[in-house]
């Protein structure tokens, strides 16, 4: 069986296209904060990307880099700035922050309605009840990266292992809606499923999104499964230039040829999160000046 692989940077090019001639003719840019706190060598690699994404749509774009001694009343009152910045559309906080800063009260802190990541409880529950303000990049990703490759979601069995509040929970939510894509039997896996392999290798579709490098391998997959690998994991490599690579949380090595379809790690979902990102801050722009999305 031949493996189709979902690349996500040709759907990324495509939304950063279509969000360039959106804000090419909007009367000003939407406006995206991003705070990084610490020195985490993946976050600062995502952040990079965001600011690269946003100008090459034309978005304005600040970034607050603090060191990981940072106080929380520091970070807080940095976010109440923000908040009250009229230029500012959207506000990210990368996570994971430093174990001394309280994530539960900083995500609290961001306005709602600039919560363009959609990590507040406000809207993690309008998500719940199938009203969704901003769903969340990597779900909203994983959804128009299958939605692009005509993969068929409806009535389909989906196993998700990893129950993540970023990634798990909601793309559990969202595939169980009655909405296209959507209206999928969820199983949502994690380290306490029984029998793992009987599970995911029954699915039609299986998302791996738990962070371990290669976990998922043949045993775990179906013939002609569907696969999305969310992970990103650097482990050693001595046969590569830099010492390192980037694996996902799929032995694709392995599988190929065993399923239908696989994102690649790089290039798979990675791309889709951060166009994602930018879509969510150019929807909150236009809610803000009351133009709708």
Same mark, same amino acid.
């Given at each position: 069986?031949?493996?189709?692989?979902?690349?996500?940077?040709?759907?990324? @090019?495509?939304?950063?296209?279509?969000?360039?001639?959106? +804000?090419?003719?909007?009367?000003?840019? =939407?406006?995206?904060?991003? +705070?990084?706190?610490? /020195? @985490?060598?993946?976050?600062?690699?995502?952040?990079?990307?965001?600011?690269?994404?946003?100008?090459?749509?034309?978005?304005?774009?600040?970034?607050?880099?603090?060191?990981?001694?940072?106080?929380?009343?520091?970070?807080?009152?940095?976010?109440?700035?923000?908040?009250?910045?009229? $230029?500012? @559309?959207?506000?990210?906080?990368?996570?994971?922050?430093?174990?001394?800063?309280?994530?539960?009260?900083?995500?609290? $802190?961001?306005?709602?309605?600039?919560?363009?990541?959609?990590?507040?409880?406000?809207?993690?529950?309008?998500?719940?009840?199938?009203?969704?303000?901003?769903?969340?990049?990597?779900?909203?990703?994983?959804?128009?990266? *299958?939605?692009?490759?005509?993969?068929?979601?409806?009535?389909?069995?989906?196993?998700? +292992?990893?129950?993540?509040?970023?990634?798990?929970? =909601? *793309? $559990?939510?969202?595939?169980?809606?009655?909405?296209?894509?959507?209206?999928?039997?969820?199983?949502?896996?994690?380290?306490?499923?029984?029998?793992?392999?009987?599970?995911?290798?029954?699915?039609?579709?299986?998302?791996?999104?738990?962070?371990?490098?290669?976990?998922?391998?043949? /045993?775990?997959?179906?013939?002609?499964?569907?696969?999305? /690998?969310?992970?990103?994991?650097?482990?050693?490599?001595?046969?590569? =230039?830099?010492?390192?690579?980037?694996?996902?949380?799929? @032995?694709?090595?392995?599988?190929?040829?065993?399923?239908?379809?696989?994102?690649?790690?790089?290039?798979?979902?990675?791309?889709?999160?951060? $166009?994602?990102?930018?879509?969510?801050?150019?929807?909150?722009?236009?809610?803000?000046?009351?133009?709708?999305?």
């Amino acid at each position: 069986m031949e493996t189709r692989l979902l690349k996500g940077k040709p759907v990324r @090019d495509a939304v950063f296209a279509e969000l360039k001639q959106k +804000v090419d003719a909007a009367p000003r840019p =939407p406006g995206l904060a991003v +705070v990084l706190v610490g /020195d @985490d060598a993946a976050s600062a690699v995502y952040v990079k990307h965001k600011e690269k994404g946003c100008d090459e749509v034309g978005f304005h774009h600040v970034t607050h880099r603090l060191p990981a001694t940072t106080k929380q009343e520091e970070l807080l009152d940095l976010i109440a700035r923000l908040n009250a910045d009229a $230029a500012i @559309d959207g506000i990210l906080v990368q996570l994971p922050l430093p174990k001394s800063l309280d994530e539960e009260q900083v995500l609290l $802190a961001v306005d709602p309605a600039k919560d363009v990541d959609g990590f507040h409880p406000e809207n993690l529950g309008r998500l719940m009840a199938g009203n969704p303000r901003f769903v969340p990049c990597t779900p909203k990703g994983i959804l128009r990266l *299958l939605t692009e490759y005509d993969v068929p979601v409806s009535g389909r069995n989906v196993a998700i +292992v990893g129950r993540s509040v970023i990634v798990g929970r =909601p *793309l $559990a939510m969202l595939l169980a809606l009655k909405t296209d894509p959507g209206n999928a039997t969820v199983t949502l896996c994690h380290s306490g499923t029984r029998d793992l392999p009987a599970v995911t290798s029954a699915a039609d579709i299986v998302v791996a999104a738990m962070g371990a490098p290669r976990f998922l391998g043949p /045993d775990h997959l179906g013939e002609g499964a569907v696969v999305v /690998d969310v992970g990103i994991n650097r482990i050693d490599d001595p046969t590569h =230039p830099k010492g390192t690579r980037l694996v996902g949380d799929v @032995d694709a090595a392995a599988v190929k040829g065993r399923v239908s379809a696989l994102t690649p790690v790089p290039g798979g979902i990675g791309p889709m999160t951060i $166009a994602m990102l930018l879509e969510n801050t150019w929807e909150a722009m236009c809610t803000r000046e009351g133009d709708g999305a």
